[in-house]
T-cell receptor, first 112, second 115 residues
Framework: GQQLNQSPQSMFIQEGEDVSMNCTSS?????WLWYKQEPGEGPVLLIA???AGELTSNGRLTAQFGITRKDSFLNISASIPSDVGIYFC????????????WGLGTSLAVNP | DTGVSQDPRHKITKRGQNVTFRCDPI?????LYWYRQTLGQGPEFLTY????????KSRLLSDRFSAERPKGSFSTLEIQRTEQGDSAMYLC?????????????FGNGTRLTVT
């Protein structure tokens, strides 16, 4: 099935560093969602974006809905060890079924 | 809000056996989704319900798979004659379908291993 282009695929950073990841699509989306998944767990919603240009924060996390509606980015500031996990972007097009289209994830490792 | 609950968390079965998973969505959510996730991939859509009606099924959902949501609350996903390729994490999610700003909330999944 269709997937979003998510980058980078993986990151290994030092505690305290800032992190940035993004997702792009050839299609327009009406909603962008960012999830975090830890081993053996389901994806946990971090931030939901509903308007082009929208910038939303959740603690140390900030995400933006691109103006073109074809991209989104997620920033994590001052990373800590518990930020470790896989971060997924997911998009929804206009329509009634609310089915999500997913990126392949960004695996984040934080060195204390 | 107790979140989306899935049972069991883990299931090991022999090839050819039938398995059934259960999902209890967030209580006020009328939409329920099933996804499958394999290692290194994002979740793949299988099917979704609005209340008790199954409105869409993915081509991934072969004839061996069936999902029900008989009273519009909990849902079951059954896999008949399991194959090794069915090994995956099966995720359930729910949302309030009529609100555009109601994102999907996921359970912790059922990890299926077919030996």
């Amino acid at each position: 099935g269709q997937q979003l282009n998510q980058s980078p695929q993986s990151m290994f950073i030092q505690e305290g560093e800032d992190v940035s990841m993004n997702c792009t699509s050839s299609s327009i989306f009406n909603t962008w969602l960012w999830y975090k998944q830890e081993p053996g767990e389901g994806p946990v919603l971090l931030i939901a974006l509903y308007k082009a240009g929208e910038l939303t924060s959740n603690g140390r996390l900030t995400a933006q809905f691109g103006i073109t509606r074809k991209d989104s980015f997620l920033n994590i500031s001052a990373s800590i060890p518990s930020d470790v996990g896989i971060y997924f972007c997911a998009g929804q097009r206009a329509g009634n079924n609310r089915k999500l289209i997913w990126g392949l994830g960004t695996s984040l490792a934080v060195n204390p | 809000d107790t979140g989306v609950s899935q049972d069991p968390r883990h299931k090991i079965t022999k090839r050819g056996q039938n398995v059934t998973f259960r999902c209890d969505p967030i209580s006020e959510h009328n939409r329920l989704y099933w996804y499958r996730q394999t290692l290194g991939q994002g979740p793949e859509f299988l099917t979704y319900f609005q209340n008790e009606a199954q409105l869409e099924k993915s081509r991934l959902l072969s004839d061996r798979f069936s999902a029900e949501r008989p009273k519009g609350s909990f849902s079951t996903l059954e896999i008949q004659r399991t194959e090794q390729g069915d090994s995956a994490m099966y995720l359930c999610a729910s949302s309030y379908g009529t609100a555009y700003n109601s994102p999907l909330h996921f359970g912790n999944g059922t990890r299926l291993t077919v030996t």
